[in-house]
């Protein structure tokens, strides 16, 4: 298995098909210390080939296929993928590097403890571990202090998805000092309007109230983003807000 996928969870080939399939968003537990969540999309079927590292077995000459004829003269396709399903040895181990993939997403993650908000790649991580945790109070704790993904994230009617704009919501002070740096989420009360953003640069604040109304991000146009697919596209559509773990996701 080529070093920069890790394993986080088993998953049935019916739930593939059906609920957890490419550009669903799945959550899974890390290992290492914790058990820490992680939050990945289901990566797209050349993904699944990637993975797989054996030459000469790509799409349809891949050993894991199912025909159907008829459904294969109604779509014009000459065959279908069936999820990989990896043997395992008897420890428990999986022999055969064929994995479904996921890529992390959101990108964004809170600390509970000192509630700052910041990219994936700002946090600190142990090597070969996906749990990300904040080294400032995993000092002050025996634990580590595992950060969490984000509830919010944004779609269009096309069906892009990305992340929410955080530093478009807060809406920073003229001459702030850090535009894209960190952010602080903290809860101050119940429903959308106690959670507030703030910016520690300049100290803008916003409640997240009225962030799911349909003109939330009025000038903000999608950029096209699938992150199944590592890719994006044009796209004029609005973006809207939605919940992460939400079943219109």
Same mark, same amino acid.
């Given at each position: 298995?080529?070093?920069?996928?890790?394993?986080?969870?088993?998953?049935?080939?019916?739930?593939?098909?059906?609920?957890?399939?490419?550009?669903?968003?799945?959550?899974?537990?890390?290992?290492?210390?914790?058990?820490?969540?992680?939050?990945?999309?289901?990566?797209?079927?050349?993904?699944?080939?990637?993975?797989?590292?054996?030459?000469?077995?790509?799409?349809?000459?891949?050993?894991?296929?199912?025909?159907?004829?008829?459904?294969?003269?109604?779509?014009?396709?000459?065959?279908?993928?069936?999820?990989?399903?990896?043997?395992?040895?008897?420890?428990?181990?999986?022999?055969?590097?064929?994995?479904?993939?996921?890529?992390?997403?959101?990108?964004? =993650?809170? !600390? /509970?403890? %000192?509630?700052?908000? $910041?990219?994936? *790649?700002?946090?600190?991580?142990?090597?070969?571990? &996906?749990? @990300?945790?904040?080294?400032?109070?995993?000092?002050?704790?025996?634990?580590?202090?595992?950060?969490?993904?984000?509830?919010?994230?944004?779609?269009?009617?096309?069906?892009?998805?990305?992340?929410?704009?955080?530093?478009?919501?807060?809406?920073?002070?003229?001459?702030?000092?850090?535009?894209?740096?960190?952010?602080?989420?903290?809860?101050?009360?119940?429903?959308?309007?106690?959670?507030? =953003?703030? !910016? /520690?640069? %300049?100290?803008?604040? $916003?409640?997240? *109230?009225?962030?799911?109304?349909?003109?939330?991000? &009025?000038? @903000?146009?999608?950029?096209?983003?699938?992150?199944?697919?590592?890719?994006?596209?044009?796209?004029?559509?609005?973006?809207?807000?939605?919940?992460?773990?939400?079943?219109?996701?």
């Amino acid at each position: 298995m080529p070093p920069r996928f890790l394993e986080l969870g088993e998953m049935r080939r019916s739930q593939v098909v059906t609920t957890f399939g490419p550009g669903a968003v799945v959550d899974f537990r890390a290992g290492g210390r914790g058990g820490a969540p992680v939050s990945v999309v289901a990566a797209g079927l050349d993904a699944w080939d990637e993975s797989a590292g054996q030459d000469g077995q790509d799409g349809l000459n891949h050993p894991q296929v199912i025909n159907e004829p008829r459904l294969q003269d109604v779509l014009g396709v000459d065959g279908f993928r069936l999820p990989p399903a990896v043997p395992a040895d008897e420890d428990g181990r999986y022999t055969l590097p064929q994995r479904l993939v996921g890529v992390r997403f959101p990108q964004w =993650l809170r !600390c /509970p403890g %000192c509630r700052v908000l $910041r990219r994936a *790649d700002d946090w600190s991580a142990d090597p070969g571990d &996906p749990a @990300l945790y904040c080294g400032e109070c995993s000092h002050r704790t025996p634990r580590r202090a595992h950060v969490v993904p984000v509830r919010f994230v944004t779609a269009c009617r096309r069906g892009h998805l990305d992340e929410f704009p955080w530093h478009v919501w807060v809406r920073h002070r003229p001459g702030c000092a850090n535009p894209d740096g960190p952010l602080r989420l903290t809860p101050t009360g119940p429903g959308l309007a106690g959670l507030l =953003l703030g !910016c /520690p640069a %300049c100290g803008a604040e $916003r409640s997240l *109230d009225g962030c799911f109304s349909g003109k939330a991000f &009025p000038g @903000l146009s999608c950029r096209g983003r699938r992150p199944w697919l590592g890719d994006e596209e044009a796209c004029s559509e609005e973006p809207r807000a939605l919940l992460r773990g939400a079943t219109n996701v």
